[in-house]
């Protein structure tokens, strides 16, 4: 071991000081646990608010403990990238818990309320739940933390288990259930392709710390080129990470499992993991190639892999949104797509392409949680709202939430000048600059069949009159997935206003110091 | 600059105002803040400097919200955009009037569109950044698609997302050619990414020819989406023969001028050299759009379709002027654009009003209105007869210009106009006019003169009305004996338009005069270009192009005789 490394390994304390946030996360998933047990239907009702308050905690502690010079001291291959995923995670994770309230153990709590049942410790699930998903977003947030394999292997781990369990208990369904098995054994099976992928890397450069992977990488690079074991194993790595992303070619559970998990869950899976995914995929890659001034790039081969990825994973996404007649199953396929746009920017490079990964991210994540927010706010007798046909005349039924519902789509659209045409835009920009000309055209041309698919989402609630079939179209009874809906569509429309500081946060959080740790490794064995 | 900020702002105000009011209210409103618009549009045409100077004012950068993109909030247009800006904030009130009682449904989203839409026309037709224009030239669609889809005739949902689809396509492929253009700057120079027009139109003027090509290719192609050129046109005639009456006169006044707007301000001076490589292309697209559409307008019984088709053979005849890339041509070419914009609007206007009467476009079914609606056939013929060209009015100008511009476009020629194409593409496209003069007259002899044909009880109203359309309201049942001319308002809302016609028509110089600069700065780096080319015979392919045009009249002149 080089004495970087030792001295980076024993350089605890700052580690420790920036997962102070994550603490906080986590001490509020264990509080809504047991919370959710309470006899108490007061306290119980209370656990939703207790996930918020846990969220916006740890959000006002990541301002205080994430400094540059905290950072730099943590040795983070990318200093202020946390920062940035743990403010987007915190923020758009509130919108997701309050666009499941309700939606968990409402029949249950009937019964209680009315007294025809009494409380069953074993029935209720709401305290699980989000605890659940405040895990998973705690896992996505030490992602950020990785210097080694090891930690981004937890980490991944921590984000994706609990995703499993949400989908099973979102709902009460057989089909949840279905669903949940299915994305659990295909997750398994991706996580074991990512593990294997992550044992050649260490076999290829007998570490896991990653400063010291580069280092490795590096002068492979220099004496012929990096080998093939790494390779094999960072393409191995990326096929697993691609079942997180739902790209090609692990894209196809997307609609089966999403259409399975209930609407607040299809949005959080639709998202979150993505996070995950790319944060992943960006610290891995890192060690590949990529330095701060943008000369090495990574190895042709995963680019190439990479670039057919994109590719298919954008046009047939595109293409089988075009074919739903599911409003889930449609976003699923959107969500598809729209990895296959964000591996875009991460094909174009750290100088001008991961920030729009970034930037990306978040203008996704709002408008696809106004998307998705809309679905779950709504019922049809009492059942969750799928059919695209169920939306016709949803303006004479809910109208703030048509109104929520077509905003989220013109975003995800592309239409400016509303959040989501910046995130192309700048994606777009990014495949322009780094010579990716092919790439921009069929981006392009993509997002011309994308705006078909999505003009349904607006036209249906619109533009069609109400039908005898939506005559049980009402709203669900608690008024927070509405409002969560509205919040980010309205998001939609203010953000842009602020996006200058948006694409500063995102290009703070793209640059890498694994060069400047190279360096001061060379310095101090010499 | 504050004026050409509330130009924008005024008009989303206006909508927010309009969602909230009460349905009865809306229309009001709606009209109140289009006047509004109006009145700020006329006092930034006073304010206005640059008349007669070709140059662009206020040309400022207002807030800086996008900086971090490259895009600056800098507003300016010179003297064409000011009048494409002038003709906007007449025809959305104008529009207004004529859609008081054929609007009974959702009132209040229906002109708070017509505002949204406003909006996004005037920063289209204001940016100087082609991103800021590509906001504003897109968001037009979302207020044309839901103005078609709600208050359209039957077959409007089909038509709407045609629309739709067309658009947003040719949209996108233009703003990949705005992206690249923007990058190979920023990489070059080793700057950030800028949109601003000025960075880019000096930029994309020192690229080599090959990448002008596809330069152009892209951003032109775009544009021509929406112009529309003829493989891509098939969007228009469905959204027109769909829209209500007010939706067919924003879109043929207003929304369709941007692609020409965008080819004259972005396309031509930002890859000249694709524009002259590409000109016979484009040239030869226009003419197939102006003979063609010339064509399947003499067989249409729908007259609202065959007014939308006449417009593409219209804009065809614009577009081909202008890619003669002389002044005069360019002068032309600039000057169809409002008048088409105002005869038009103008027809479209008088087809609606007889439409809210009968419940049917159909010549076949309805006829001889001369007897019935005097007033209305007056405007009916005034209107056909500018967007014929008759002289005396504004359509003769234009038309001549833009003929006369194609004619003497002819490399070897000493008229002191130089520029590309020539008389045989002038013949062609006179021979539009005389299909011109045959489709428009055949139309009024069977819709306006001849004898008196009206649908006969329950049939016409139902069949054409659309039950389940929420724009048309029934009475036709009961119509044939209940026909009104046109009242006050509807003459208020054509009157305008008429007044203007006449103006430019007998009196075009000032109108000229102004746009005269402007058409002059369009040419300028193709001056430059065909006179290098000129000078410099062993460019192999603009020798071969100089013989095949004076080689061709030659073989047309013979085929004749």
Redesign the interface.
Known sequence: MTPAILAASTNLGPKFMLIAPEAVLFAGAVLCAVMGLSHARAFRAMVPWIAVVALIATFVTMLKVWTPEAATAAQLPMPMLGKYIIALLCVVGVGHVLASIGSVDRAVERQVASGTGAFDPVRVIQGEFYAFILLSLCGGMLLCHATDLVWLFLAFELCSLPTYVLVAIGRGADRSMEAAIKYFFLGAMSTATLLLGFAFLYGATGTLELSAMRESFQMQAQTGGIGSVAIVGMLLAVIGICFKLAAVPMHFYAPDVYEGASSPVAAFISFVPKVQGFVTLIVLLGTVGWSANGDSSIPPVIAAVLWMIAVLTMTLGNIGALLQRSAKRMLAYSSIANSGYMLVGILAGPTVGIDATLLYLLTYGVANLATFGSLAAIERNGHEVDSIDDLAGLRVRAPMVAAALAIGA?SL?G???LLG??GK??L??AS??S?Q?TL??IM??N??VA??YY?RL??MP??Q?PTPRTQGVSPVPSVWPRLSALIFAAGCIAL??F??QL??EA?AAARTDLDKQATVAQSVEK | MTLAVLLIVLPLIGAVLCLGVSERAAKTVGLIASLVVLAAATLLAFEFPAWTTGTFWPNEEGW???????VEFRLGTDAVGMLLIILTAVLIPCSMLVSFSAITQRQRGFYAQFLFMESAVMLAFLARDV?LF??GY??T??PL??IV??WGGQDR?PA??KL??YS??GS??S??GF??L???H??DTGTP?NFSVQTLVEYGQTLPASTQWWVFLAIMGGFAVKVPFVPVHSWLPLAHGEAPTAGSVVLAGVVIKIGQYGALRFAFPMAPEGALALAPFFAALALIGILGMSLVCWVQNDVKRLVAYSSIAHMGLALLAMFAFNVVGMEGGILYMVNHGLSTAGMFMCIGIMYERYHTKDMEVVGGLMQRMPVWSVFMVFFAMASLALPGLNGFVSEFLCLMGIYTADAGMKTGFPGILGPTYAFLAALALILGALYVLRMLQKFVFGPLREPSHGHGGHAHGGH?SPGAHGHGNHAAHAIQDVNFREILAMAPLAIACIVIGVWPKPILNVIEPCAANAVAPYVKLIERDLANPPRATADESATKTTAAPAADKGAIQ
């Open positions: 013109l659209t239409i400016p000048p045409f910046w835009l700048d777009f920009v322009a600059e010579h000309r921009l055209v392009a041309l997002s011309g705006a078909f003009l607006v036209a619109f533009v009159e842009p206003f996006a200058n694409k500063g290009a | 800086k919200l996008f900086t971090a993109f490259g991103i590509y906001i897109e968001f669609l979302v698609f839901l889809a709600i949902r709407a997302i739709w689809v947003f396509v996108v492929i703003l990949v992206i690249y923007a990058a190979g920023a990489t990414i389940d």
